[in-house]
């Protein structure tokens, strides 16, 4: 199970990382683009945020995170580049 946080915490990165592209850059260049993959690109990283939370709630007892370490976990997941971080620190390592 560790394997699958690690891969839907660098997809859960990706697409924050993508869904700010699509905000940031294509809203101004293509109006159009952007509400075409609006909808999509929230979806997809609206589940791959529930499941980064959700696996780090299912982690915790057998990973043996302390208060302050897991909520460092879910913080990142808040955080441009976060889950990134969390997965070279504390992830890594363990898998």
């Not at 997809?11 to 683009?33: H, Q």
């Not at 690109?41 to 302390?66: C, E, T």
Request: glycine share 6%; proline share 4%.
């Amino acid at each position: 199970m560790l394997k699958i946080f690690k891969v839907t915490a660098i997809l859960e990165g990706i697409s924050y990382l993508v869904l700010f592209a699509n905000m940031l850059v294509i809203k101004n260049n293509n109006p159009e683009l952007y509400h075409t993959l609006l909808r999509p690109l929230g979806m997809a990283h609206g589940v791959l945020f529930i499941g980064y939370v959700l696996l780090a709630f299912l982690l915790r007892k057998p990973q043996n995170w302390d208060l302050k370490t897991f909520g460092i976990i879910q913080i990142a997941s808040l955080v441009p580049f976060g889950t990134f971080y969390i997965e070279k620190k504390y992830l890594e390592s363990n898998a």
